[in-house]
């Protein structure tokens, strides 16, 4: 539901206005003075200022001066009984949606209302989806069978309709964003938009700004009034990935925010009511760092209201063989190819993987072995050979892959430290190897090998460093 302010003095005016815009569920706030618009606005985070210029205690331009300052993305039509061409042609210019004369037509000024409410709200989504347009991709369900998985997808259909925060909890990799968006789908808020931030992936003095928007000049850059994620989830839902990383400093604000639901913009006066279910995700224990006083102890119980904790995928028993399929024929719509699938054989090797980092680690290894496997309009049916070489090697130490007792035999002597017999590649190696292919199939893009990868761009850079990846001997581009 819209909620339009409808700044006006004349009672009767005022009551026709309200009674004809809640025929099509708008809710019409009424002030009849500067003072009490002023405080409106406070109060409510209104979609439309209906705004008249003469009032009781002062001229609405000044007003609509303030609102254009504090909030120059609300639209605002102004209403008058004294016509003045060249005033409304200055307002417009100003930044007025429309410029109204008494007495006006009601379907008039629905049809007004109506192209104002549509503009601010293709602005709207178009701020969404630029915060979004950073995150993985995500799938309509949670891919799995296991009695982990189904046990979560239990708690995710009991959790959805609710609005209680959740936090929820797992290794890298594992697919907390994924739970966010499955929990927003079955919430009531699932018609609006489902905002994502990662407070790890913003540097700390402007995560501030990005939660809670900033107005013109409030920091160095800031050259026009934004809006943050909570004004941008505003009826929807937030997501706060990796909650752990928040500064210390910002964590009090964030709790402030979360008791009331009332942000103030940095650099800002006033107080913006905003209304959003929260949904935050960590990888690290919460507790741990309670105990270490490295994050607020009233913030954790704030937000564990229900805790969910999503499985890594060496629990998740058989889900391997589901998952592997599933995401072949992503990759193979991405591609616009065919996917012939993978042996048996060669799936049988995955499925006894540990998975350190979990389904992401997974689902890039599919999508490598797809893309080098690639053939014209085709994936032909992957191989034990289009396995990554220390996954042969393992194979290729005594594994008879006919044998599911030998197999389970080399598995737990392996999970028991009895290496002596099994190549093994460490993480960092394969990760390296992994980018370098990646990179190169992208012809050294950084910005889309993070993409692919699911990381930040910052995360890659890093990467790269460590890994002494970073020369411009190799052609890596921005």
């Keep these: ?151 979560l997808k239990t708690l995710v259909h009991k959790v959805g309709p609710t609005d209680s925060t959740v936090l929820i909890c797992g290794e890298s990799g594992t697919g907390k964003e994924l739970v966010a968006h499955a929990i927003h789908r079955h919430s009531l808020r699932s018609a609006s938009s489902l905002v994502a931030i990662n407070c790890a992936a913003i540097p700390e003095n402007l995560l501030e700004a990005e939660l809670f928007g900033a107005e013109t000049g409030a920091y160095t850059g800031a050259t026009s009034s934004r809006k943050g994620v909570f004004e941008l989830a505003h009826k929807g839902t937030l997501f706060l990935d990796e909650i752990a990383e928040m500064p210390l400093a910002l964590q009090p604000k964030l709790l402030r925010v979360l008791e009331n639901l009332k942000i103030k913009r940095l650099g800002g006066k006033r107080e913006i009511q905003v209304d959003v279910r929260l949904i935050a995700a960590t990888n690290r224990d919460l507790k741990l760092l309670v105990a270490d006083h490295a994050f607020r102890e009233d913030l954790y119980y704030r937000l564990n209201v229900i805790p969910l904790n999503v499985p890594p995928l060496r629990e998740r028993e058989g889900d391997v063989a589901v998952l592997v399929p599933f995401f072949l024929q992503t990759v193979a719509r991405q591609l616009g190819v065919t996917s012939q699938g993978i042996t048996s054989q060669a799936l049988e090797i995955l499925q006894h993987q540990r998975w350190a980092g979990n389904v992401r680690e997974l689902k890039n290894l599919v999508e490598r072995m797809a893309i080098l496997s690639r053939v ?43 290496t002596e017999n099994v190549q093994i590649v460490s993480l960092e190696d394969l990760e390296k190897d992994y980018i370098l292919k990646v990179l190169d199939l992208l012809q050294g893009n950084k910005s889309e090998t993070a993409r692919r990868l699911g990381i930040t761009r910052k995360t890659l850079k890093d990467k790269l460093r460590r890994y002494e990846l970073d020369s411009p001997l190799l052609g890596v581009s921005q």
């Design 376 to 418: 014209g309009n085709r994936i032909p049916e992957l191989t034990v050979q289009d396995l990554p070489a220390e996954l042969r090697g393992a194979m290729s130490s005594g594994w008879d892959l006919h044998e599911s007792d030998r197999g389970a035999e080399i598995t737990n002597s392996m999970t028991k430290g009895a």
């Design 1 to 151: 539901m819209h909620t339009i302010l409808l700044v006006e003095d004349d009672p009767s005016m005022q009551s026709n206005i309200c009674q004809y815009l809640a025929r099509d569920s708008i809710r019409v706030v009424s002030a009849s003075s500067l003072a009490e618009a002023d405080s409106r606005l406070s109060e409510f985070n209104c979609d439309l200022v209906l705004l008249d210029i003469h009032l009781p205690d002062g001229d609405g331009r000044d007003l609509f001066t303030k609102i254009r300052q504090e909030t120059p993305e609300l639209p605002v039509i102004m209403l008058t009984a004294f016509p003045d061409t060249k005033g409304a042609i200055r307002l417009m210019k100003d930044g007025a949606f429309d410029y109204l004369i008494k007495p006006f037509d009601l379907q008039e000024l629905k049809l007004q209302v109506q192209k104002a409410l549509e503009f601010q709200g293709m602005r709207n989504e178009i701020q969404k989806i630029q915060y979004n347009a950073q995150l993985t991709n995500q799938t309509s369900d949670l891919i799995g069978n296991s009695p982990v998985i189904t046990e």
